[in-house]
């Protein structure tokens, strides 16, 4: 009997287990056993272990099923380490990274090796059929040149199975399981910015070597991405392209269609069929997918031959996963390249400043596009005005609705952008810009107007809301971050012509939902959206020439210190909307702050401003990406019995915690309900992460000693929101 241990779905310490069976089976092998009198799935992930149970004690393997290939070493190593780094039980871990089809004890078909088709020696010497039959002319001469899926014949000519057939029949017809593939050239010639960039990555080929591509909004990167991507697909390698759920566009798969036609791709994204999610999955482990391109679980796929990464957006907050296993799919897609030993391409016109930070300090190189890439594209003209001292309707200035409505005569679309994540409410001096910040920690304090109080959230220091500004003296302290409403209605008030569309989570929950806006907006059908942040990104919509914002302010005081850089960038997207053709947009941006260097870098549209300021404090607050975070949460009935909690595992654990680390709270969280749960966290800082890698895994070593099953508990290495 050999013992094995197999990795199982269940939050019981790592999730493996240990079970016998005749034969050594390989590691990676999914398997059938039984746990708690049921059936389920597990995976292989270590053969020949000992242990110290009896024997007979230990249950048999029921299924192995050894028909298809077992999930491969640089996978089980991907996994490992994601368990490790995000502290998060292995077996769960393995199957977070498995597509539903697979995660079933059930055996699962595996894909058939791709047929290409192709004319051979006597083929070629046939006369080929004349060439007033327009359709058979060209399928012969696909036939001619190159090996192609039938797929591909098809897309050729709709006959091709019948007559490539026929000709096989007669001897002509060669089939074989690999071809190169076909790739067709770039409708434009790289400019000289793109050539410089993608000759950098190309001559990285084969070693490990991250780069940074900064280029603004419109200048070109995707071209970039591409033409690497040929040169490795042409080389026979693999390329796995990540991006944010919202660029997964139907535009973006046509132009990958339109450059990689012939190329075998497997397109991983949360609506696709699981079924289909599994095969996908399979043909990419067994190199027969070429090209996979997905949001950010795709990060997990097996690629036995990768020969690039690329990551599109790479600042984007939707490549975290924010529950269970709570990964960054950027960090592990350059673990990933490391371990692989090719480059990685991280692109944005935004960068996160952690990327940036890298950058600079030569981690990463920094391949950079300063220019829009069609000559007659023009940057937005942006305009920050001041309203604090304006009578505001509906939150509209009434130079807003000016602009709108003039914009709507002439025949324009517009967008108005509202900035609606769940901010915090927070204080500041109307006069001299004077904020709250926790005499504690770093965080900034949180208005709770109803107890009269700012908190801090992140070490739980309180105190009564103060009735002057300690600046400058000034009584009239102002609170922001409050929403506006009836935003539609103060605009349909203005133009009962227009044509309002309104776009959130709730309008675009369906596949079909964008490709129905897309229409609309391409038909000339909208004339304002109004829309939040799921507008900013990646779409590009010819007729857009005019974006207002509404309510920037909430992000430059809130707690959340990541929030002014995701305001930053999704200013810039959004106004990178305007004027992508042939005019010049423009922006207007109402704000209360008009002196804060946020706006200054947007209205020059300038990254580089904006980063250099927000690193510089980060670095005078210590806070990330110069030192690291890990966050602690509870949550129970009542948020006293999670601060309890948390209390008590701070005061067994803090004896043993180097002194570099830091633990700040338990506090409330601000959002301290959620699902009919109370909830708490506590922070472990330090600037140096093995030190606070020792910290988390004491933390969990108590945690998990925890069986009560009242409080639920969970752990957030590098946590994106606070
Ligand atoms: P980004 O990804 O940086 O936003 P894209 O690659 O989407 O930029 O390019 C923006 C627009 O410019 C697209 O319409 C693209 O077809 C066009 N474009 C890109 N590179 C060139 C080029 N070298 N010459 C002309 N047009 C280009
Ligand atoms: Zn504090």
């Not at 399928?139 to 000519?157: C, H, P, T, V």
């Not at 391409?522 to 304002?528: H, S």
């Not at 580089?608 to 949550?635: C, G, S, W």
Request: net charge positive.
């Amino acid at each position: 009997m050999i013992l094995h241990h197999i990795a199982l779905n269940v939050p019981v310490s790592d999730g493996l287990f240990t079970y016998r069976h005749p034969t050594a089976l390989p590691a990676g092998c999914r398997v059938a056993v039984p746990f708690r009198g049921k059936t389920v799935a597990g995976v292989v992930w270590a053969s020949g272990v000992e242990s110290s149970m009896a024997i007979e004690k230990i249950l048999p393997v029921q299924t192995a099923f050894t028909d298809g290939a077992p999930l491969p070493e640089s996978w089980r190593a991907l996994i490992d380490f994601t368990a490790r780094y995000y502290h998060y039980p292995t077996g769960q871990a393995v199957f977070a990274a498995l597509p539903a089809g697979l995660k079933e004890p059930k055996p699962v078909g595996m894909p058939q090796p791709p047929l290409f088709y192709a004319l051979n020696e006597t083929g070629r010497a046939q006369t080929p059929p004349p060439e007033r039959f327009r359709k058979q002319h060209a399928l012969w001469q696909a036939l001619f040149s190159d090996g192609l899926e039938m797929a591909a014949l098809k897309r050729i000519n709709n006959q091709a199975p019948k007559l490539v057939q026929e000709w096989a029949a007669q001897g002509w017809i060669h089939t074989s399981h690999a071809a190169a593939p076909k790739l067709n050239p770039s409708e434009h010639t790289l400019n000289a910015a793109q050539q410089a960039a993608s000759q950098a990555v190309q001559a990285a080929a084969g070693t490990f070597q991250p780069f940074l591509l900064y280029g603004i909004t419109g200048s070109g990167k995707t071209e970039v991405y591409f033409d690497v991507m040929a040169e490795v697909l042409a080389a026979g390698k693999q390329v796995l392209f990540l991006l944010p759920e919202i660029n997964l566009t139907p535009q973006l798969l046509k132009r990958v269609q339109a450059r990689f036609a012939d190329v075998p791709a497997a397109v991983l994204h949360s609506q696709t069929a699981a079924g289909a999610r599994a095969q996908d999955y399979l043909r990419a482990m067994l190199g027969q997918a070429k090209l996979v391109i997905g949001t950010r679980l795709s990060v997990f796929t097996p690629l036995p031959d990768i020969g690039l990464i690329v990551v599109d957006e790479e600042h984007d907050g939707s490549f975290k996963q924010d529950n269970e296993l709570r990964y960054q799919a950027r960090d592990l897609a350059v673990w990933r390249a490391k371990q692989s030993g090719c480059p990685i391409v991280l692109g944005s016109a935004t960068p996160s400043l952690e990327s940036w930070h890298k950058a600079q300090s030569g981690a990463y190189r920094l391949l950079e596009l300063a220019e829009r890439a069609r000559a007659a594209a023009k940057l937005p003209q942006v305009e920050v005005l001041n309203v604090g001292r304006l009578k505001l309707d509906n939150g509209f200035s009434p130079q807003a609705l000016k602009l709108l409505q003039q914009n709507y005569r002439q025949g324009g679309m517009s967008l108005v952008y509202l900035n609606r994540r769940g901010f915090a409410p927070a204080l500041f001096c109307g006069d001299c810009g004077h904020t709250f910040g926790c005499p504690r920690c770093s965080a900034k304090m949180v208005l709770h107007q109803r107890a009269r109080q700012l908190r801090c959230h992140h070490c739980d220091y309180r105190q009564s809301v103060p009735y002057k500004c300690p600046d400058c003296g000034n009584q009239d302290l102002t609170a922001v971050g409050q929403g506006t409403q009836r935003v539609e209605e103060t605009l349909r008030a203005l133009m009962p012509q227009a044509a309002v569309a309104r776009v959130d989570r709730d309008s675009t929950t369906h596949k079909n939902d964008w490709a129905d806006l897309y229409r609309r907006i391409a038909g000339n059908e909208i004339d304002v959206l109004v829309g939040t942040q799921m507008l900013a990104k990646g779409h590009d919509f010819a007729r857009l020439n005019l974006v207002v914002v509404l309510n920037a302010d909430g992000s430059l005081y809130s707690a959340d210190f990541r929030a002014p850089e995701r305001l930053f960038a999704e200013l810039m997207q959004v106004s990178g909307r305007a004027g992508r053709a042939q005019t010049a947009g423009s922006v207007l941006i109402q704000t209360q702050l008009p002196e804060h260097p946020v706006f200054a870098a947007v209205k020059a549209q300038n990254y580089r401003i904006f980063a250099e300021t927000e690193l510089a404090e980060r670095k005078l607050l210590n806070m990330p990406p110069f030192a690291f975070q890990t966050a602690i949460r509870a949550d129970a009935a009542k948020v006293a019995d999670a601060m309890d909690f948390l209390n008590g595992i701070k005061a067994v654990t803090e004896p043993l915690i180097s002194e570099n680390v830091s633990v700040f709270g338990p506090a409330p969280m601000f959002m301290v309900r959620l699902a009919e749960r109370e909830r708490a966290q506590v922070f472990l800082e330090s600037p140096d992460r093995r030190s606070l890698h020792r910290a988390v895994s004491l933390w969990v070593q108590v945690l998990q000693q925890y069986r009560d099953g009242k409080i639920r508990w969970s752990v957030d290495v590098d946590p994106a929101e606070m």
